[in-house]
């Protein structure tokens, strides 16, 4: 099985993998290592690796090159720092793999659009809380999430995320008052 940090690796190295892709590179990796096999193990290393935004999801528009799937792919992200299995040169000769790039420009905005919906999410929450501290706590965790995530989508895609500081300001400023007030 391959770790988080040969997973970005190979997507590195590649530009953008489907899942299915990502199985059949690990699978090679593994009968080269010796090792086991396990797409349950994988899929759910992906899965934490999006959480951890070590990897991110674009879809096949997103893609250059060879996407010849309708199926989602796997980017390197804000949070990726990658480790090249030394297997993967002789993997990509033998599966053949495409290198491929992806459109950065659409896919700033449409993180960007996703970040703006999770801040007027947590802005609707703070705005119907009835001052249980138990809860501020909470919308204070969640926009420290998200105050975290801007931070890391801004040094990965410089001045691609500015539009909304504003917003994270003013919900820092609700949550002050909120405190304030409980």
């Not at 989602?72 to 053949?96: C, H, M, R, W």
């Not at 700033?108 to 705005?127: E, F, M, P, T």
């Not at 001045?159 to 400023?173: C, N, Q, T, Y």
């Amino acid at each position: 099985m391959i770790s988080s940090a040969e997973l970005t690796g190979i997507i590195y190295v590649l530009g953008a993998l489907t899942f299915e892709e990502i199985c059949a590179v690990e699978k090679e990796i593994s009968e080269l290592r010796t090792s086991d096999h396990d797409t349950g193990s994988l899929n759910e290393l992906c899965i934490k690796a999006i959480k951890e935004h070590l990897l991110e999801s674009v879809s096949a528009e997103d893609v250059y090159g060879e996407a010849t799937s309708d199926d989602a792919y796997f980017i390197t992200g804000p949070n990726a720092f990658p480790e090249i299995p030394p297997e993967l040169s002789q993997v990509i000769d033998i599966l053949k793999l495409p290198v491929r790039k992806v459109d950065m420009d659409t896919i700033a905005i449409k993180l960007l659009k996703s970040l703006q919906q999770k801040i007027h999410r947590l802005d609707v929450k703070i705005g119907n809380i009835d001052g249980d501290s138990k809860d501020i706590k909470k919308l204070e965790s969640k926009y420290s999430d998200l105050l975290n995530l801007y931070y890391d989508y801004d040094s990965w895609l410089p001045g691609k995320f500015g539009s909304v500081v504003a917003d994270l300001m003013e919900i820092s400023k609700k949550l002050e008052c909120l405190k304030r007030s409980n």
